[in-house]
Nanobody, 122 residues
Framework: QVQLVESGGGLVQAGGSLRLSCAASGRTFINYTWGWFRQAPGKERELVAAIIRSATTYYADSVKGRFTISRDNAKNLVYLRMNSLKPADTAVYYC????????????????WGQGTQVTVSS
């Protein structure tokens, strides 16, 4: 059974940084795409960043240059480093995985973590 567990969320002032972690277990995640999504109150869940294998990355325009996604295949960990945080980044952040080398959309990801809250104060 695949399990994804996020950690690292919290309260931070605007301009600050956080690093989210996602620990995965339950299978070997070769040729998986990993995504970080976020959902703010009253808004749809959106893809923030994704990484295919260990090299190809995707970022939403709103976070380009500020967020960095990375993974440690040996430890089944995926990270999201968030710098220069803004109040607009406030949301619940979810880690997700799909057995594909295509980024896809949120409906394409069968495996999800429980989410971690990120709150950015102004």
């Amino acid at each position: 059974q695949v399990q994804l567990v996020e950690s690292g969320g919290g309260l931070v002032q605007a301009g600050g940084s956080l690093r989210l972690s996602c620990a995965a277990s339950g299978r070997t995640f070769i040729n998986y795409t990993w995504g970080w999504f976020r959902q703010a109150p009253g808004k749809e869940r959106e893809l923030v960043a994704a990484i295919i294998r260990s090299a190809t990355t995707y970022y939403a325009d709103s976070v380009k240059g500020r967020f960095t996604i990375s993974r440690d295949n040996a430890k089944n960990l995926v990270y999201l480093r968030m710098n220069s945080l803004k109040p607009a980044d406030t949301a619940v952040y979810y880690c997700a995985a799909r057995p594909s080398t295509v980024v896809g959309g949120r409906n394409d990801y069968p495996y999800w973590g429980q989410g971690t809250q990120v709150t950015v104060s102004s």
